[in-house]
């Protein structure tokens, strides 16, 4: 195997979605200079909210939330987002959404949860892009957890115009009432973890969670970002 990786590296090089150096057998999607500065975020459980966690605690149904690095514009690791958003590699959601789960697996943030929910995608959009990222975050926590993933529950109207570049008064004003609830069913009693890529706001997120509460009184809901923007 490693020797196949280093012919394939030789003919099909890779490089670090972070810097751009190129990528030697080991390294998967960054190097090990980036890795080791990736701004990641503890959580513990313990004492202080996450910054995830200060922006939703007021929500109904909420438990906890947890996100796996920091997001700045001004910084190269917001690569590591665009490729996955972007770019048309959706592996990258997979692996990053697998390392913070493994980071977060031993304090017990799973403990509880019954399945797994991607926040969805409008279908223009999906269309456009070939895939929901979110889906690929799901898929990484399904890896280290075995939680099951429904790509399904969820579904959700076009907007009036995307969420990227918009203010915190238009975002939550164009997420408003964009989500619905397909099968409430599979919802009832249960915890549910909710996967997005990036809480900026928290729009998008809290606006889920309120279809959810409306359409499910007794769930529970806990989430888990790739990234959260600096607060």
């Not at 007021?58 to 690791?77: D, L, T």
Request: glycine residues 10%; charged residues 25%; aromatic residues 10%.
């Amino acid at each position: 195997m490693g020797l196949f990786r280093s012919l394939y590296d030789f003919f099909m090089p890779r490089y670090c979605k972070v810097c751009g150096e190129r990528l030697t057998v080991g390294e998967e999607h960054v190097c090990m200079g980036c890795y080791a500065r990736m701004p990641f975020i503890e959580w513990d459980g313990q004492g202080e909210l996450s910054p995830a966690e200060r922006i939703l605690a007021a929500e109904p149904g909420f438990v906890r939330a947890a996100s796996v690095m920091q997001y700045e514009k001004e910084s190269n690791y917001r690569k590591i987002i665009y490729h996955l958003k972007y770019h048309g590699h959706p592996d990258v959601g997979v692996w990053l959404s697998e390392i913070g789960a493994q980071r977060l697996n031993d304090k017990g943030f799973f403990e509880g949860i019954d399945l797994i929910v991607p926040v969805p995608l409008s279908k223009r959009k999906r269309r456009h892009r070939g895939y929901n990222q979110c889906s690929y975050v799901a898929f990484g926590i399904r890896k280290v957890t075995g939680l099951p993933v429904f790509e399904d529950i969820l579904t959700r109207e076009r907007g009036k115009s995307r969420q990227a570049g918009l203010g915190r008064f238009q975002r939550w004003k164009n997420a408003s009432g964009l989500y619905n609830v397909a099968r409430p069913e599979c919802l009832n009693g249960k915890h549910l973890l909710l996967v997005d890529d990036v809480m900026t706001t928290g729009a998008t997120l809290c606006s889920v969670m309120s279809a959810i509460h409306e359409s499910v009184p007794d769930a529970k809901v806990s989430v888990f970002t790739l990234a959260i923007a600096g607060q």
